[in-house]
């Protein structure tokens, strides 16, 4: 099955409205490269100054509460991303696996929450250095997936990252044989939970991917695009990204 390409990027706690020179910039790239979807979670601050223009990129939070209302204070429902302008969110991420100890029942209660208030679903999976040196790797992320993985997830809305946490932000990527195996593993794994749809999900690799690396990873099998942290936080870093994708 041909599954479009997709480049998100993912600014963490960086960006100010001076930066939103870098969304606009971004933003007239992905315009460029409409062959290709292209994603860029902020900070919840400029969802709705960079929405405003944002055209084909498509803007997303990177985070949301597993329910729709209620007394979760400094939290925000997926129903105030989607009004503030953003189509996607990312949940599941490494940070707030590690930072706020969430689960991957978390990661699933946040993804239907999502679903459900109209966002599209970026949901990461990824194993820790010591997993990986106690090979494993594999049967983290199977197990991350199975309980993680809405049933009804299908690629119209759902899209899985596959991010090592020894890789983010460290500058050190798997082989390229490694990507490959373990996204041949978690497409296998989430075959057996929403069968054909499957083969409809995207499945990006995550982890210190730049403009130097991306060509050799985005042409590795199975992988569908890329989720880019640090290099996605100027358009000089992301746009060769979003190029190489192209
Ligand atoms: C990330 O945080 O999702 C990420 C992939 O970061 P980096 O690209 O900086 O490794």
Not at 135 to 152: C, H, L, N
Request: hydrophobic share 45%.
């Amino acid at each position: 099955m041909t599954r479009r390409k997709l480049v998100a990027g993912n600014w963490k706690m960086h960006g100010m409205r001076a930066d939103l020179v870098e969304v606009e910039a971004i933003a007239a790239a992905a315009a460029a490269h409409r062959q290709i979807d292209v994603v860029l979670a902020l900070p919840a601050t400029l969802i709705g100054p960079a929405a405003a223009y944002a055209g084909p990129l498509a803007i997303g939070g990177q985070d949301c509460h597993a329910n729709p209302k209620g007394a979760h204070t400094g939290c925000l429902s997926a129903a105030m991303l989607h009004e503030a302008g953003a189509s996607v969110v990312i949940v599941g991420h490494s940070e707030r696996r590690a930072d706020q100890n969430e689960t991957s029942q978390d990661a699933w209660a946040k993804a239907e929450a999502a679903r459900a208030a109209g966002l599209r679903v970026i949901l990461c999976c990824g194993e820790t250095e010591a997993e990986r040196d106690a090979g494993r790797a594999e049967r983290v992320v199977q197990a991350q997936i199975e309980k993680s993985v809405p049933e009804d997830a299908n690629g119209d809305w759902f899209t899985l990252a596959y991010e090592p946490r020894w890789a983010i932000g460290t500058g050190r990527t798997p082989t390229p044989e490694e990507i490959a195996s373990i996204h041949a593993i978690a497409r296998a794994k989430m075959r057996q939970l929403v069968g054909d749809a499957a083969g409809g999900i995207r499945i990006l690799y995550g982890g210190s991917v730049t403009g130097d690396n991306a060509a050799s990873i985005l042409a590795t099998p199975e992988v569908d695009g890329a989720l880019v942290g640090g290099a996605s936080l100027t358009a000089a870093k992301f746009v060769p990204i979003i190029e190489a994708a192209a």
